[in-house]
C-alpha cells in the first residue's frame, strides 16, 4: 500500500490551498511540523528547514502546492 505523508504547519497559505484542494478519494496522513512528533519526523525524512508544503509519498518527496496537487491527482 502506498504511504502518503502531508507536511504542513498551521498560517500557512499554500498548506491550506493544498489542504482544501485534495483530490475525492486521496487522504494522506497530516504531519502538523510544529509538533514534536511531526518535527521529529521530518526531520526522519530530512525535511527541516525546507519550504511547506512537502508531500511525501513512499519516500519520493515532493515540494510545491501545483507539484503536490499534481501527484495526488495521479494517485486519485
Known sequence: MTE???FT???CKKCEYVKTHLPEGVHPRMVNT???EGL???AYYELL???LPILVVDDEVYEGSIVILNKLKELA
Open 4 to 6: 502518503i505523508i502531508l
Open 9 to 11: 504547519k498551521p498560517d
Open 34 to 36: 510544529t509538533e514534536a
Open 40 to 42: 521529529a519526523e521530518a
Open 49 to 51: 528547514n525546507r519550504n
